[in-house]
Nanobody, 115 residues
């Protein structure tokens, strides 16, 4: 059974930083591409960043230079380091992976950036 559990969200002021974590179980973590998505109220869920099994990364233009995705295969964990946060980064952040063509999501963690 695939499970993704996010943590690390919270309330931060503009310009602050947060580090999100997502612990995965039920998968061969080291071979899976992992991703972070976010969904603001009334908006669709959008890609934030992905990291492949070979540590290749991809970022949404809106977060390039501010966010960094990384992984620790020994801990089955993917991270999202978020710096220089802006009010428009406010959203629920979700961890994602795909196993045998099926997508899996965590429960999400709320990030709120105050101006």
């Amino acid at each position: 059974q695939v499970q993704l559990v996010e943590s690390g969200g919270g309330l931060v002021r503009t310009g602050g930083s947060l580090r999100l974590s997502c612990v995965a179980s039920g998968i061969i973590f080291s071979i899976n591409t992992m991703g972070w998505y976010r969904q603001a109220p009334g908006k669709q869920r959008d890609l934030v960043a992905t990291i492949s099994r070979g540590d290749s990364t991809n970022y949404a233009d809106s977060v390039k230079g501010r966010f960094t995705i990384s992984r620790d295969n020994a801990k089955n964990t993917v991270y999202l380091q978020m710096n220089s946060l802006k009010p428009e980064d406010t959203a629920v952040y979700y961890c994602n992976t795909i196993v045998v063509f099926k997508g899996y999501w965590g429960q999400g963690t709320q990030v709120t950036v105050s101006s």
